[in-house]
Every structure is written in structure tokens, then in C-alpha cells.
């Protein structure tokens, strides 16, 4: 018998998205003019005000308002009747000197014996089902509210009614027998809009232009098999409480760390319960997470499995994992059990913190373009950043993003599994 999976996305004007913008937008900074920056940093935003809290070991002095007030005016709050605005919002900073008591458990006289600088597990996942080896159901959410970004920032007129609160949701089903999507059962989007004359009339418009343009558009940027899976028998609900005009933080506050599943496989796999945003790479609840997606993706693209799990985990000031497990949900195509496949992968991949920030490159401003539509999944590429210091020093760095996608252990993992 078929079943149905959901996955959800929001928008990178949703609070909690808003407030890991700003952790991460700090992070980068620090990161540009003191790379061996120990940094956690916490946002919190409601109505026109922006709390930020947290510990830092740095060499580094930024000025934390016009950072702040940057990412928000990026993300479309410009205008005083959304009561959060990028100007006049109030910014309160707390943020302080990170504890010695940690910081000796991480640091090292030899780097590559870094500790982790906490203790817990982390997980990575890839399937074969999208090209990007991504849950399809998750993929396709984000990729709704990347288009509706898109238009309301790059095509304001072909709806000129946004405002950058939004969410959306996705349900597939599949084949029972042999977990293959077979069509899109439902979608569901809800989007802050400007103020309209009449509700009915606003309710009628804004569900047409999300089914007439948007998911048009989305559908056409996808390869032929996953457009088949649309269908006229969509249910789809949009904006279904009806006026979405108060959003963003004065609708709900947001706080850093909150769409934790948003942010990975979309309730896929498994989630270790650390969040990543504020979070510099000494964090293995980043750091980790980052590296074993990177195995999971590489292992699917390898041919070793069709869909895999992938944990980790540490002890805080340890430096060597304290275990490796793989789950291959039955799909490994080499005779050994999963746990012998673990071993081998275990002999690939260096999982020492000190590691994985040399080989995904992690200690660089690489970390914005994260904090909104997924850390997973995305498009590996080298961009130039400019950062600029209280004292006028400009840095300009090219730094490649999203390495933990990169498929640079394909023939590694083919070799060792004799693929």
C-alpha cells in the first residue's frame, strides 16, 4: 500500500530565519578577520527589536548593529508598517567572552588533536531520489519559497503584493514496495501579503498567482521525472487561515535554532538536536553535520546505496569519535553488513574536528548563505565577499560555499568498496 510523506520550508523572512541570518552573518564576520574565532552566537527578534547573546574567543572587534541591520534590510524589512524595520529597529547586544573552561577542551598544542567542542551526535543523509540527493519532499518546499523570493526581490511586478514571511509544505506519496515517489498529493503555502481592499477578493488572487505562476515556474526548472509528478488531483491550500498581513517578528518572535529539521533532510533520516547557525566550526553540531552529509552524499552518488544514514558522535575535548554507524535502509549494493561498511568509511574520512574543518574548508565567511532554503543540498561554488571592520579595514575574500555537497570522494568510496 502507498503512504504519504510531508516535508516543510520557510522563508527567509520567517522570524527564526531572520534570526539565524544574523547568527550567521556575525559568524562570517569573524571569521573574515580572525579565522581561529571560537564563536556562539544567539539572535532573538520580535517587534522592532533584535536581542543578541552569546560567547566569543576572538581577535576581532565588529560592529554588530550595522551587521544586523544589513542582514534584515537584505531580507526585504524596509518598510515601518511591517514594525520591524532595518533602520529603526532597536538592537540590544549581550553577547560576551566565551568560557575558558570550554575553550581549554578545544584547543590544543597540536591543531590536529582539537577537541570537540561539545559532546552529542550528528547525522547526514542522501537519497538517490533528486539530483541533489536530497528528500524530495524537502526539496521541493524550498524551492517554492526560492521562487517566490526570487520574484518578490528580482520581479516585483509579477506579484506585487509580497511580503517575506512565508512558508510552505509538500506531501508525496509513495510506492510502498519500493519507496519511489509516484505523485505530489498536496501542497500548502502560506505568505504575508499587503493589506487588500477585500478579504475574499485577496484570498481568490493570492491562491491563483501561487497555483498559476509560482508553481509553474518551479515545475518547469525540474528534470522531466519529477514534473511528472504534478498533477490536476493536487490539493492544495494556500494561505488557508485566511489574511496573513501582521508577519515576520511582530507576528511571532524568532530565535535562533528553531527550524533544525528545516535546515537538514525535512524530517528524513534523523536530526541529532544541535541547530547550526552561530555556531563556528569548532561546534560539531555544524562541523559534524556538515561531515557526514558530505559521506552520505558521496556514498549514493558512489553507487554503494541508494538512500543512507550516516551518525557521529563526540565527547566534548575528545578529538577521535566516539562511533561511526551507517544504515543503508537495505539498499547497500556490496555484499558486507552495515556495520562493516561503517568500518571502512570510517578508514575514507578523518572525523576529527580538526579534519573536517581542513578538508570542507569551514574556517571561512562561508556561512550566510546557509542560515535560509537548507543547509543541504545546495550549489557548491566559489563567490568573492567583501567585509568591511568598525575601523575601516575592507576584506575582500573568495571563499567556496557549500563544499560539504562536493562529490570528491566518489572514486575513493568506489575503490575501497570495489565498485
Given at each position: 500500500?502507498?503512504?504519504?510523506?510531508?516535508?516543510?520550508?520557510?522563508?527567509e523572512g520567517?522570524p527564526d530565519?531572520?534570526?539565524?541570518q544574523?547568527s550567521?552573518?556575525?559568524i562570517?564576520h569573524?571569521?573574515?578577520?580572525?579565522p581561529?574565532?571560537k564563536?556562539?552566537?544567539?539572535?532573538l527578534?520580535t517587534t522592532g527589536q533584535v536581542v543578541?547573546?552569546g560567547?566569543?574567543?576572538?581577535?576581532t572587534?565588529?560592529d554588530?548593529?550595522s551587521?544586523?541591520?544589513e542582514v534584515?534590510?537584505k531580507?526585504?524589512?524596509?518598510k515601518?508598517?511591517y514594525?520591524?524595520?532595518?533602520?529603526?529597529c532597536?538592537?540590544f547586544?549581550?553577547i560576551h567572552e566565551?568560557?575558558?573552561d570550554?575553550?581549554?577542551?578545544v584547543d590544543?598544542s597540536s591543531p590536529?588533536?582539537?577537541g570537540?567542542?561539545?559532546?552529542?551526535?550528528?547525522?547526514g543523509?542522501a537519497t538517490?531520489?533528486?539530483?541533489n540527493?536530497?528528500?524530495l519532499?524537502?526539496?521541493?518546499?524550498?524551492?517554492i519559497?526560492?521562487?517566490?523570493?526570487d520574484?518578490?526581490?528580482?520581479?516585483?511586478?509579477v506579484?506585487?503584493?509580497l511580503r517575506?514571511?512565508?512558508k510552505?509544505?509538500v506531501?508525496?506519496e509513495?510506492s510502498?514496495?519500493?519507496?519511489?515517489p509516484q505523485r505530489?498529493?498536496t501542497i500548502?503555502?502560506?505568505?504575508?501579503?499587503?493589506?487588500?481592499?477585500?478579504?475574499p477578493?485577496?484570498?481568490?488572487?493570492?491562491?491563483?498567482?501561487i497555483?498559476?505562476?509560482?508553481?509553474?515556474r518551479?515545475?518547469a526548472?525540474?528534470?522531466?521525472?519529477?514534473?511528472?509528478?504534478?498533477n490536476?488531483?493536487?490539493q492544495?491550500h494556500i494561505?488557508?487561515?485566511?489574511?496573513?498581513v501582521i508577519?515576520g517578528?511582530?507576528g511571532?518572535?524568532g530565535?535562533?535554532?528553531?527550524k533544525?529539521?528545516?535546515?537538514?533532510y525535512?524530517?528524513?533520516?534523523?536530526?541529532?538536536?544541535?541547530a547550526?547557525?552561530?555556531?563556528?566550526?569548532?561546534?560539531?553540531?555544524r562541523?559534524?553535520?556538515?561531515?557526514?552529509r558530505?559521506?552520505?552524499?558521496?556514498?549514493?552518488?558512489?553507487?554503494?546505496?541508494?538512500?543512507?544514514?550516516?551518525q557521529v558522535?563526540y565527547a566534548i575535548?575528545v578529538?577521535?569519535?566516539c562511533?561511526?554507524f551507517?544504515n543503508?535502509?537495505?539498499t547497500?549494493?556490496?555484499?558486507m553488513?552495515?556495520?562493516?561498511?561503517?568500518k571502512?568509511i570510517?578508514g575514507?574520512f578523518?572525523?576529527?574536528?580538526y579534519f573536517?574543518?581542513q578538508r570542507?574548508?569551514l574556517?571561512n565567511p562561508?556561512y550566510s548563505e546557509?542560515a535560509?532554503?537548507?543547509?543541504m543540498?545546495?550549489k557548491n561554488?566559489?563567490?568573492t565577499?567583501?567585509?568591511?571592520?568598525p575601523?575601516g579595514?575592507?576584506?575582500t575574500r573568495e571563499?567556496?560555499l557549500f563544499?560539504?555537497?562536493?562529490l570528491?570522494?566518489?572514486?575513493q568510496?568506489?575503490?575501497?568498496f570495489?565498485l
Amino acid at each position: 500500500m502507498s503512504y504519504l510523506f510531508t516535508s516543510e520550508s520557510v522563508s527567509e523572512g520567517h522570524p527564526d530565519k531572520i534570526a539565524d541570518q544574523i547568527s550567521d552573518a556575525l559568524i562570517d564576520h569573524f571569521m573574515a578577520f580572525d579565522p581561529q574565532s571560537k564563536v556562539a552566537c544567539e539572535t532573538l527578534v520580535t517587534t522592532g527589536q533584535v536581542v543578541l547573546a552569546g560567547e566569543v574567543n576572538t581577535n576581532t572587534y565588529l560592529d554588530v548593529q550595522s551587521i544586523t541591520r544589513e542582514v534584515i534590510r537584505k531580507i526585504g524589512y524596509t518598510k515601518s508598517e511591517y514594525m520591524f524595520e532595518a533602520n529603526s529597529c532597536g538592537i540590544f547586544s549581550a553577547i560576551h567572552e566565551q568560557s575558558q573552561d570550554i575553550n581549554q577542551g578545544v584547543d590544543r598544542s597540536s591543531p590536529e588533536e582539537q577537541g570537540a567542542g561539545d559532546q552529542g551526535m550528528m547525522f547526514g543523509y542522501a537519497t538517490k531520489e533528486t539530483s541533489n540527493y536530497m528528500p524530495l519532499a524537502l526539496d521541493l518546499s524550498h524551492k517554492i519559497l526560492q521562487e517566490m523570493a526570487d520574484i518578490r526581490h528580482n520581479e516585483p511586478e509579477v506579484i506585487d503584493y509580497l511580503r517575506p514571511d512565508a512558508k510552505s509544505q509538500v506531501t508525496i506519496e509513495y510506492s510502498d514496495d519500493d519507496n519511489v515517489p509516484q505523485r505530489i498529493d498536496t501542497i500548502v503555502v502560506s505568505t504575508q501579503h499587503d493589506d487588500f481592499d477585500t478579504e475574499p477578493l485577496m484570498l481568490t488572487k493570492i491562491k491563483k498567482d501561487i497555483i498559476e505562476i509560482v508553481i509553474p515556474r518551479v515545475k518547469a526548472k525540474l528534470p522531466a521525472e519529477l514534473q511528472a509528478l504534478f498533477n490536476d488531483k493536487i490539493q492544495y491550500h494556500i494561505n488557508p487561515t485566511g489574511k496573513f498581513v501582521i508577519g515576520g517578528p511582530h507576528g511571532d518572535s524568532g530565535l535562533t535554532g528553531r527550524k533544525i529539521i528545516v535546515d537538514t533532510y525535512g524530517g528524513k533520516g534523523a536530526h541529532g538536536g544541535g541547530a547550526f547557525s552561530g555556531k563556528d566550526p569548532s561546534k560539531v553540531d555544524r562541523s559534524g553535520a556538515y561531515a557526514t552529509r558530505h559521506i552520505a552524499k558521496n556514498m549514493v552518488a558512489a553507487g554503494l546505496c541508494d538512500e543512507v544514514l550516516v551518525q557521529v558522535s563526540y565527547a566534548i575535548g575528545v578529538a577521535k569519535p566516539c562511533g561511526v554507524f551507517v544504515n543503508t535502509y537495505g539498499t547497500s549494493k556490496v555484499d558486507m553488513t552495515d556495520g562493516e561498511i561503517a568500518k571502512k568509511i570510517e578508514g575514507i574520512f578523518d572525523m576529527r574536528p580538526y579534519f573536517i574543518e581542513q578538508r570542507l574548508k569551514l574556517r571561512n565567511p562561508i556561512y550566510s548563505e546557509t542560515a535560509a532554503y537548507g543547509h543541504m543540498g545546495r550549489k557548491n561554488e566559489v563567490v568573492t565577499k567583501t567585509f568591511k571592520a568598525p575601523d575601516g579595514t575592507v576584506i575582500t575574500r573568495e571563499v567556496e560555499l557549500f563544499t560539504w555537497e562536493k562529490l570528491d570522494f566518489v572514486d575513493q568510496i568506489k575503490s575501497a568498496f570495489g565498485l
